[in-house]
């Protein structure tokens, strides 16, 4: 074959297959994201887990803040009891 032809046939059908690949399906039937496809859909159970675990953290975050609230309310009563306690 003449490398004439060839050579950019070749060139032409490398560059479709590139394109092809920027819109068929990717993985478990998914599009490409933005611009190619539509955006990643994250299944029902993956976004449960998702919400669960920043509730999770956020009720820790809250506990923490809460339990060192307690400690000083209770070292400032301490203080305050201790210097009730020497007053005359």
């Known amino acids: ?7 950019p046939a ?3 059908i490398a560059l ?3 394109a092809l690949s920027f819109v068929w399906p990717q993985g478990l ?7 190619f496809g539509h955006a ?3 299944p029902d159970y993956y976004r449960m887990v998702k919400e669960r ?3 999770r ?10 339990d060192k609230l307690n400690a000083v309310h209770q070292a400032a009563q301490a203080s305050a009891s201790a210097f009730a306690s020497d007053a005359p």
């Open 16 to 18: 479709l297959m590139i």
């Open 29 to 35: 039937g998914q599009r490409s994201p933005a611009p």
């Open 57 to 66: 953290k956020k009720q820790a975050e809250e506990r923490a803040q809460r």
């Open 40 to 42: 990643i859909e994250i």
């Open 53 to 55: 675990d920043a509730r």
């Open 1 to 7: 074959m003449n490398p004439r032809i060839f050579y």
């Open 10 to 12: 070749a060139a032409l």
